[in-house]
Each structure stands twice: as structure tokens, then as C-alpha cells.
């Protein structure tokens, strides 16, 4: 049984259910929420399922598997681990520390993963140290510029790979639609893939080495001068910075400047150290949409409509999650009066939803409130919380997952047909005509 010291407010951040008494349900539903609150290991979990599963059950063929499974696997490392490991680990902790000054580096360090308000509301740091914080905030962030460039790339990456493994450039045989396997590889094509592919990728070790000198510089003077201190605050937050250019134009723009202000590309704080934000996951997506397109141009038109087919749908699925299906679920379940203890309204009218470290503490309360057992409490809250976001989770799987690669290859095929029905009556149609020639002039001799 769990006891009260075991779920006291001390202990109740690590609060995971290894318990004696506890069954394997709740264990599961506990493992569930703990993911589902780490945006790194949840996206790459969504990812993973429900990008990689469905295609690899539809891949087409050794090729089509074996670069979609070499795609999603680095894509999903790039997205949910990258930016938190440089930024984090390599760059804060490492090469941009050990730039400040000996005196105030620790001081300096730690106010790296708060929000720029804080810092600047912050009365027990000095001035110099807010602005040497803005700074390396900043630097950092550039610095990371090889994250949304290494997605861009990925699929050029990915090209040459099968272009290197399978000696296959044409998307029609890589994907395996035509069934007579008459077609053949273009040389020229091959050498165009292989060529822009390692150009693409020497284009983007340049600017991930321009982004960590540039970002060095700024983290080390970028406090001196308030012109670098302001950009280091839009390179952080452009989206106060429109915000506040919008607000100038002097018109209702008040809904405009607060969407816009919400976009940031600073690091997320996760109990003092750099995590994933939305922002930067946005980016990063947003130019793995384009990579993807720019990439599947070298090997023909049916690839290309084939990303935008699918690939857009997909972004907003990384950007959001299934937060989108969570919060119209939610609203159903209030309106059903399910869940009241884990479905609470706040006094801005919000729906909140309580995170997994506060369950314990609530689980307390309502135990003392109904005389009831502590741990049986939290035993069914943690379900409560588990299928609340579950069900949405599976839905966005099957839906994002199984439903749009299988539309995705189904389309594909079917342009692919179509344009070979269409090829075969535009040669009929010509050597009709040849042999209507023919016979018209037959008897003229020159």
C-alpha cells in the first residue's frame, strides 16, 4: 500500500507506480502519462507509430521500406533529440559556458533556460548578467541552426542512399509501380539525384558551421550593444517581434498580435534544462515539408505529388499531436459529467487537466475529503488521466497512420496507371495518324 510520506509533496515529481498492491493497468497508464507529458519522447513515440508502422506494412518494396525506415528513424531522432542534446548538453553546458567569464559563468548558466521576462524581471542578478543571458540564449539557438537544415537535408541524404544501396533514382521503380518491371534507370537522372544530393549537403555543413560561429559571437559580445541585445530578442521570439510591428499599423489587430506573440523559438524549460519547444518543432517541420518536396523533384512528378499528398497532413500531425483530438474528447467527456475530479474548469473558465506530479497531492485530498483509500485514489485518477488522452491518441494513429498511407499509395498507383493508360493511347493515337499519312500520300513520289 502507498502511504502518505510516499506520496508527500518532496517525493511526488518521481511518484511512478513500482508499488507492492499496484496492478500492471495502472503501471501502464502511469508509463502512458509520463510519456505523453515529455514532448520529445511523446512526438517521437506518435512518430514513430504512426509514421513508420503503417508505411513499413505498406512499403512497396526493399527499397521503399528500406529509405522510408532510414527517413523516419533519422527524422525522428532530428526532431524530438537533436536541439535538446546540442542545445542542452554541447552548447549551455559545454562550449558557450565555458565562454563567459570565470566569475558570473554559473550565474550566468542558469538563467539560460528561463523565458526572457524572467530573467529581466529578475532583481537578484545584475544587469550584465541579464543581458549575457538574452545573449547566449541566443547563441545557442543559432548555434542549433544545423537541426532544422539537417531535416531539410535528410531527404536528399535519403536519395542517395537508396540511389548508392538499390542503384535505383526512379521513384516509379522504387516504388515498385510498375508490376512488369519494364521500366528502365535513367543514367542522367541518376547523375542529377547524385550530384544536387551531395551539393545539398555541402550547402548544409556550411550553414550549420556559419550558425554555431555566428552564435558563438553573439553569446560572447551580444551583450555590449542594444541593437545586438534586440535582435537576440527576435531571434528568440519573432513572433512578439511582428506582434509588435502589427501593433504600430495602428488598426484592431488584437487577436493577430496574440497568435503571433504565442510563436517562440526559444528552448522550452524542463525543470532547468533546454527541451524541445513547439516552435522549434514547427520550424523543423515546416522545412522537412519543403526538403521533401525540393528532394522528390530529382526523381519524378509522381513523387513530388505523392509528399504533397501526404506530407502536409503529416507536419500538422508532428507540429500538434493528437492535442487537437484531446481537447474536443474532453470537451465531450465534461459534457457527459465524466471524469469531474480530473475535468476541472479553472476561474478563467480553461479547461485544465492535472499533470502527472500533481495526482498524488489530489489523490490525497479526495481520499481525506471521502474517507477513502489513498492509493486506490490515485489508482483511478491515473487511468482517468491515461484514457483521457488515450483514446484520442489511438484515434490520431489509426486515422494519421494506417488510413493516409494507405490513401497515400493508393493515389500513387492510381496517377501512375492513368498516366501510363494516357502514354499508351497518345502512341496509339500517333501511329494511327502515321499510317493515315501513308496511305494519303503514298502514290506522291519526290
Known sequence: MITLNEISNKSKSRQSFKHNGINTITKAADIFIKSQENLSSTRFIQDTATNWVPKAIFSRSKADFAEMSFLEFLESGIFYFALPILGEKIFRNGIFKHIQPKSIRNTVNKQIPKRIEEIIRDTSITKE??????????????????????EYTLSFAKNLFTLKTFHKSNFNNIANLDKTHNEKEDKIQQNKVEKNSKKQLKKAAVISLAGILSGGIIALSGHKADRVQNL????????????????????????????????????????????????????????????????????????????????????????????????????????????????????????KIPKREELPQLAKEIAKERNTDISKELSRLTKEKAFVSLVPYVFSLVFMGFTLSAITRFFTQYRYNNEQKNKTQTNYDINIYNRMQNEVFKDFKL
Request: proline share 3%; glycine share 8%.
Open 232 to 351: 537576440c530578442k527576435t531571434i528568440l521570439e519573432p513572433g512578439k517581434a511582428l506582434a509588435e510591428r502589427v501593433k504600430k499599423l495602428q488598426i484592431e489587430t488584437g487577436k493577430i498580435e496574440k497568435t503571433l506573440s504565442k510563436f517562440s523559438l526559444d528552448f522550452a524549460n524542463n525543470n532547468g534544462k533546454l527541451a524541445l519547444s513547439k516552435g522549434q518543432l514547427a520550424l523543423t517541420a515546416i522545412l522537412g515539408l519543403f526538403g521533401y518536396s525540393k528532394a522528390a523533384g530529382d526523381r519524378g512528378k509522381l513523387d513530388v505529388a505523392e509528399v504533397w499528398t501526404r506530407v502536409p497532413l503529416v507536419v500538422f500531425y508532428t507540429i500538434f499531436g493528437s492535442e487537437l483530438f484531446e481537447k474536443k474528447f474532453t470537451k465531450l467527456l465534461e459534457k457527459k459529467k465524466a471524469f469531474p475530479d480530473i475535468l476541472k474548469r479553472t476561474q478563467d473558465g480553461s479547461l
Open 129 to 150: 548578467v541579464k543581458r549575457r543571458a538574452i545573449s547566449t540564449k541566443a547563441g545557442i539557438l543559432l548555434a542549433c541552426t544545423a537541426v532544422p537544415v539537417a
